[in-house]
């Protein structure tokens, strides 16, 4: 696509229940960021895919927290067991593969509550 | 590890003034990149420049220029001739090897009129 896509745009969700995130990176990219920002905070690394090398998980909050991406393409992020703390936007983002220092490309997020 | 601290968490100008936003980092690499990126109210996050550590000259897009020193791991941001739709959250982001990427908390900006 022309973008970064996700969805849902907005989820809210009760506290126990899981969630799945989707992101549909650009065509061709290959490498592939999930980012949580919290209201009014910063940006915090949640975890990296690279074409077919093993993920960088090191963000990842807490063993709730899953993701995996098929085929190299879609990403999905998965939160178990839900809890109140883990409400925020879910940023994912993508980036070509060429050499460091490429530009990333920003999804518009998932907003998650939960209640 | 890589960090990347951004010291101000809200800052204002006035339209049509200059401001500058500070950005320190810490790294044991010697060849990497560093980025500012601003995040209107959309959210959407919208990369605004990017600067090459191997590369003396800062680097310069219209009315956003940064300040590199290398030496002191310092990336600020000026932005010239403030607008109103500057009006946004801007992260500072350190990328190195692979495309690894790690960004600040991020500084607030007002631009009154």
């Known amino acids: 696509g022309a973008g970064v896509s996700q969805s849902p745009s907005n989820k809210v969700t009760e506290k126990g229940k899981d969630v799945e995130l989707r992101c549909d990176p650009i065509s061709g990219h290959t490498a592939l960021y999930w980012y949580r920002q919290s209201l009014g905070q910063g940006l915090e690394f949640l975890i990296y895919?690279?074409?077919?090398?093993?993920?960088?998980k090191s963000g990842l909050p807490s063993d709730r927290f899953s993701a995996e991406r098929t085929g190299g393409s879609v990403s999905t992020l998965t939160i178990q067991r839900t809890q109140q703390e883990d409400s925020a936007v879910y940023l994912c983002?993508?980036?070509?593969?060429?050499?460091?220092?490429?530009?990333?490309?920003f999804g518009e997020g998932s907003w998650l509550t939960v209640v | 590890a890589q960090t990347v601290t951004q010291s101000q968490p809200e800052m204002s100008v006035q339209e049509a003034e200059t401001v500058t936003l500070s950005c320190t980092y810490d790294t044991s690499e010697n060849n990497y990149y560093l980025f500012w990126y601003k995040q209107p109210p959309s959210r959407q996050m919208i990369l605004v420049i990017r600067?090459?550590?191997?590369?003396?000259q800062n680097a310069t897009e219209n009315r956003f220029s940064v300040n590199f020193q290398k030496a002191a791991k310092s990336f600020s941001l000026k932005i010239s001739d403030s607008q109103l739709g500057d009006t946004a959250m801007y992260f500072c982001a350190f990328a190195y090897n692979n495309n690894d990427m790690r960004f600040g908390a991020g500084t607030r900006l007002t631009v009154k009129p």
């Open positions: 983002a993508s980036s070509s593969l060429g050499g460091f220092g490429n530009t990333i490309y």
């Open positions: 895919f690279q074409g077919n090398s093993a993920p960088d």
């Open positions: 600067q090459e550590a191997y590369k003396q």
